[in-house]
């Protein structure tokens, strides 16, 4: 009852900030009572997550929105017993040494990975941020969902604002495309990566292609270099999936012209790059990096039983076995959701979902705008973050369950996509009324 009514207190207290706050406030074609209601029904999807993983699955040590939650616990507690050790445990310096592994490290049961790679292990961020939230819960679970959901939808909101000047007179269209998701609102409504990953994601877009105002370029460069901070430390392979198309999208910004051929070079220059790097140090070979993830993934997921594991071919670190491998990842990635539906209610709702993560780009073609009317360089932006992650997701990850979580920062780009796709002359007067202010 304790932690219900300190959440409590923590709505009310953030509603108000929220009602304050020229970010919530000053969107344009966003009321903040739609961004606060909005809040309000992330904070029940999160309870519902938290339902899910307390009766439905309820191995604690399983459950992620627990994991980081209970190993937080372990470095919470230095706080008062070692406040030092708090405080370099939390900003990772000086923290690497047997004191700390002995002391604390192997006390957790998620901060050493079982499958240890190069790549940096962002549960160390989830539990740091967990041991931040206790100093506001005091150990209360439900104050940790109250401001994860309140930090994604801060990070909606933005993608929002990031978004709005590429769609111009299609509000509606767009609260839908950022807002609607029903995996974004379920998965990033918790304390879990996907709830920080779209506070990152929403920030870094919006100093990245939001609308530039000379007088607020300090807000601009705060908010791309505060976004960009998060993508670092949560899931930052979302940002290499970005990468390749904001180069091309400002290089076409700056220099307009040649749009496609442009888009082209600097995916095939970045490519190159990255397996160049590989053959240089064969501890960063990218293929190497996502074949073990993907072997790492299968083991992990046969070890703990996974009721949605798919069973595929196992990638080789070679250009030949990805290559082949593309047709098996956007299966994975695009249509697998489907052959799991009738396993339960997750499942189904996963199901009925992706028909729309389908169907609105399908529906989009079919009223579609002549090519020359496009805004070329955003609809290759989103076409390039879309079809980049879709692979990264169907090449690494084998298990359903798992890939619906790892689409999440795709399903606004679907949307926007389909906007940036559909002509309103063209559209029914149904469609119309649903996409435009």
């Keep these: 009852m304790t932690g219900i009514l300190l959440a409590t207190g923590y709505i009310a207290l953030l509603l108000y900030l929220m009602r304050r706050m020229p970010f919530f406030t000053q969107v344009p074609g966003l009321r903040v009572r739609t961004v606060a209601l909005l809040f309000l029904l992330k904070v029940i999807a999160g309870t519902g997550l938290w339902a899910v993983y307390s009766y439905a699955y309820p191995d604690r040590s399983m459950a992620d929105i627990f994991k980081y939650f209970d190993d937080s616990k372990v470095m919470y507690d230095a706080l008062w017993t070692a406040p030092m050790d708090f405080l370099r445990m939390l900003t990772g310096i000086g923290n690497d040494s047997p004191h700390f592994t ?25 539990i740091r941020f967990n041991a931040v939230l206790r100093l506001l819960s005091f150990g209360h679970y439900h104050v940790h969902t109250v401001f994860a959901s309140f930090l994604s939808t801060a990070g909606l909101a933005a993608l929002f604002r990031a978004f709005a000047p590429l769609v111009i007179g299609m509000r509606r269209g767009l609260m839908l495309a950022v807002f609607a998701w029903p995996s974004a609102l379920f998965w990033a409504s918790g304390p879990l990566k996907e709830s920080l990953l779209l506070l990152g994601m929403g920030f870094f877009l919006l100093g990245a292609i939001g609308p530039f105002d000379r007088g607020r370029l300090m807000r601009t460069a705060l908010a791309f270099a505060f976004g960009l901070a998060v993508m670092l430390v949560v899931k930052f392979y979302v940002l290499l999936c970005l990468i390749p198309g904001l180069l091309g999208w ?56 996974s009721g949605s594991v798919l069973q595929v071919p196992l990638l080789e670190p070679t250009i030949r076995s990805f290559v082949l491998h593309v047709p098996i990842a956007v299966h994975l990635a695009l249509i697998s959701p489907f052959e799991v539906a009738a396993k339960g209610p997750l499942t189904l709702a996963a199901a009925l979902e992706n028909m729309f993560v389908l169907g609105l780009p399908l529906l989009a073609l079919v009223y579609r705008r002549r090519w020359p009317a496009m805004d070329q360089p955003s609809v290759l932006l989103a076409l390039s973050f879309i079809i980049l992650l879709t692979l990264l997701i169907g090449w690494t990850v084998p298990v359903v369950g798992a890939i619906v979580r790892y689409r999440v920062p795709m399903l606004p780009f679907i949307g926007l996509l389909s906007l940036l796709l559909i002509d309103h002359s063209r559209a029914p007067r149904w469609l119309k009324s649903m996409l435009q202010s």
Aim: hydrophobic share 50%; aromatic share 12%.
């Design 102 to 126: 002995e002391k604390y490290y192997l006390v957790m049961n998620n901060w050493v990975r079982r499958f240890e790679t190069n790549v940096y292990n962002d549960s160390h961020t989830m």
């Design 250 to 305: 400002w290089w076409v910004r700056q220099r307009p012209g040649r749009v496609a051929l442009k888009f082209l070079t600097v995916h095939v220059v970045l490519i190159v790059l990255a397996l160049g790097i590989g053959r240089l140090v064969p501890e960063r070979d990218v293929l190497y990096m996502l074949a073990m993830k993907q072997s790492d993934f299968l083991g992990m997921a046969q070890e703990v039983q």
